[in-house]
């Protein structure tokens, strides 16, 4: 059972642009909401994370939105560059294991085009 | 900051054979994740450790894989027999410790296997 359901599976955007990434999740139990960049070859890594006390959380060009009625969470990523071309993952996690219980969506893979 | 370290980077086995991957976590930290990262889905977490007790392995398929981490330090993740569908890239992860939501978890580079 997928509790982590990401979309698109990919997406091409053109420099400049905004990127956007959804994700839904079932168990509302999960109460932090990371999203990790991976490049090819490497390990993911952390981008940014929101717990749901608030319903929007900004680092840089890196939005999380968040809606916890519709359990639904998203990233926008503004003024896309060629350099952000990788695949991320968003991901959820219950309290009760720390938050180091993350489980992962399918990832979406991104292109931005020059 | 030295990272996570990992190796192999890559490893062909044919099935049912054994194959082994190692990997040295960054320096301090307590807690070491194993995850299998299938091609197309997101890593999917095989076993946790703490200092060198095993805090979460209910994903782990005991029949074939273990895991240790001995002194706390290091961690080998170990599958015997391989199988096809163990074809994946193994992600070894460390955090400084468990508990808020802020203990950011750090992946290594992976092993990558194929199993043929």
């Known amino acids: 059972q997928q509790q982590v359901k990401q979309s698109p599976q990919s997406l091409i955007v053109q420099k400049g642009g905004i990127s956007i990434i959804n994700c839904a999740y079932e168990?509302?139990?999960?109460?932090?909401f990371p999203w990790y960049q991976q490049f090819p070859g490497k390990g993911p890594a952390l981008l940014i994370a929101?717990?749901?006390?608030?319903s929007e959380k900004k680092e840089g060009r890196f939005t999380i939105s968040f809606n916890k009625s519709a359990k639904q969470f998203s990233l926008h990523i503004m003024d896309s560059q060629p350099g952000d071309s990788a695949t991320y993952f968003c991901?959820?996690?219950?309290?009760?294991?720390?938050?180091?219980?993350?489980?992962f969506g399918k990832g979406t893979m991104l292109l931005v085009s020059p | 900051e030295a990272g996570v370290a990992q190796s192999p980077r890559y490893k062909i086995i044919e099935k049912r054979q054994s194959v082994a991957f190692w990997c040295n976590p960054i320096?301090?930290?307590?807690?070491l994740y194993w995850y299998q990262q299938i091609l197309g889905q997101g890593p999917k977490l095989l076993i946790q450790f703490q200092n060198n007790g095993v805090v979460d392995d209910s994903q782990l398929p005991k029949d074939r894989f273990s895991a240790e981490r001995l002194k706390g330090v290091d961690s080998t993740l170990k599958i015997q027999p391989a199988k096809l569908e163990d074809s994946a890239v193994y992600l070894c992860a460390s955090s400084f410790g468990t508990g808020g939501p802020y203990n950011e978890q750090f992946f290594g580079p992976g092993t990558r296997l194929t199993v043929l």
């Open positions: 929101i717990r749901p006390d608030v």
């Open positions: 320096s301090g930290h307590a807690t």
């Open positions: 991901a959820a996690s219950p309290p009760d294991s720390g938050y180091s219980t993350l489980t």
């Open positions: 168990n509302t139990a999960f109460d932090y």
